[in-house]
């Protein structure tokens, strides 16, 4: 029996609700803007349409349509027939908090050894917004490389006002095995940070999995492999990291509480223990064999590639080293390819911060395409696919009634000349133009 005072409290709480939900007709200051398009790639089409009208009230795309007119009152954007438009990109992997790991400027560890919090976060601050500025209106954001919580507060801030940036998807810290992460290698005697937050045992791994989300993890990371080299027979190995036991407390605890879990495998136990433990994308994939693409088909996981990143600073031809780099960027090819004539369901990711920011995140579409991948489905590996991956289909990475604001456009054809990606003349997000 529902008590008197209870139904009160309900029928309140709705009543509060429907009035917090609905500010009734849209508000009269909201802003119009009519993009008159001469060619779109809106992100879910074949084929480019032309001469299109995008009306966008707001925040949100009001209407697209061939021929259609502006709204009265609406600032009109033109783009003639020498421009593209699209959808803003998504970059399914970065790290904000890394800025390159050239081994002049002190690679990886002096970013967690010398560099003051406040130092990274400035650099983070920057990293976003040059993302932004490239036409990347969105971020999943895979770790914050011993920046602990840093990218939540970069999240907020932009959501805030206070910064410029994309969307971002942040999984905060990521997970690894003792063993199974950075830094390495000194005094063992010696306390030193974790550029990933370590644990062992189911038990460890689940605790983890609940704290990261408590404190904003939108994803989880986790590392299923750590170091690789190549063995005796000049197979590439890598390290596994997590038991089943353990990526399946992680996938089982992030999973109830509806959040996604990306694994960071490359092949091999590593790459099999993170298919059967239920991961929903494989970063990196640079060796799936046969058995891995069936099951990746058969469970619906994604694939990030991130291609371009392992093209940099490869150590000389024959140290182990070398030949390590060089047997990553060799299988990792084949792999893409198998994995993209099988049907994976492939985004684009390009592991930026991996690679300094000073240089274009746009340049891994021309590894995508150079490996067979159609121009198009390239662009929509880092539109429509990609906002399916982070499950904002409709809402982000389309050009449609409904969608979010994020628009770019860029010089000529893309699909003519995909490199043309990487300088965008023209970029808004939720409704406001950032670049122009
Ligand atoms: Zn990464």
């Not at 919580?149 to 942040?170: H, Q």
């Not at 340049?363 to 880092?382: L, N, R, T």
């Not at 010089?411 to 409704?431: C, E, R």
């Amino acid at each position: 029996m529902i008590r008197p005072a209870l139904v009160f409290a309900i029928v309140a709480l709705s009543l509060l609700t429907a009035f917090a939900q609905s500010p009734a007709a849209a508000p009269a200051q909201e802003k119009i803007i009519a993009i008159h398009a001469a060619n779109l790639i809106d992100g879910t089409s074949a084929q480019p349409r032309h001469n299109v009208t995008v009306v966008i009230r707001g925040n949100k795309i009001q209407s697209v349509s061939e021929g259609g007119a502006a709204p009265a009152g609406a600032e009109v954007i033109e783009f003639g027939a020498n421009t593209t438009v699209l959808p803003g990109m998504i970059d399914a992997h970065t790290h904000i908090f890394l800025q390159g790991e050239d081994p002049a400027e002190g690679g990886y560890d002096v970013q967690l050894l010398k560099h003051p919090s406040s130092y990274r976060a400035a650099r983070a601050v920057a990293a976003v917004q040059r993302a932004l500025e490239q036409g990347f209106t969105t971020l999943r954001d895979v770790e914050s490389e011993g920046a602990g919580y840093g990218d939540v507060g970069i999240k907020e801030a932009i959501n805030a006002g206070y910064i410029p940036g994309p969307r971002l998807f942040v999984v905060t810290r990521a997970i690894s095995v003792t063993g199974g992460y950075p830094l390495e290698g000194y005094n063992p005697d010696i306390a030193l940070p974790k550029g990933a937050q370590l644990g062992d045992g189911p038990v460890e791994m689940r605790k983890i999995a609940r704290e990261q989300i408590e404190n904003g993890a939108d994803w989880i990371k986790v590392y299923m492999t750590h170091r690789s080299w190549v063995d005796k027979e000049g197979r590439l190995v890598s390290q596994p990291t997590l038991t089943l036991d353990e990526i399946k407390a992680v996938t089982d605890e992030a999973h109830g509480q509806q959040h996604k879990v990306a694994c960071h495998a490359y092949s091999g136990i590593g790459l099999r223990r993170a298919l059967d433990g239920g991961c929903d994308s494989i970063e990196h994939g640079l060796d799936l064999d046969d058995a891995a693409v069936t099951q990746m088909l058969k469970q619906g996981t994604w694939l990030v590639p991130t291609i371009a990143v392992y093209y940099y600073g490869n150590a000389p031809a024959e140290t182990p080293e070398g030949k390590r780099d060089r047997a990553r960027i060799a299988a990792h090819e084949v792999s893409f390819k198998k994995a993209m004539k099988a049907g994976v369901k492939i985004a684009f990711g390009t592991d930026v911060g991996g690679f300094t920011w000073a240089d274009p995140i746009a340049q891994e579409f021309d590894y995508m395409v150079k490996f067979g991948m159609s121009p198009m489905d390239a662009i929509k590996a880092a539109t429509s696919r990609a906002a399916e991956l982070l499950d904002m289909k409709g809402e982000l990475g389309v050009i449609a009634p409904g969608a979010y604001a994020d628009v770019v456009a860029v010089a000529g054809d893309p699909l003519g000349n995909i490199g043309s990606l990487k300088t965008p003349s023209f970029v808004m997000k939720d409704g406001k133009v950032f670049k122009k």
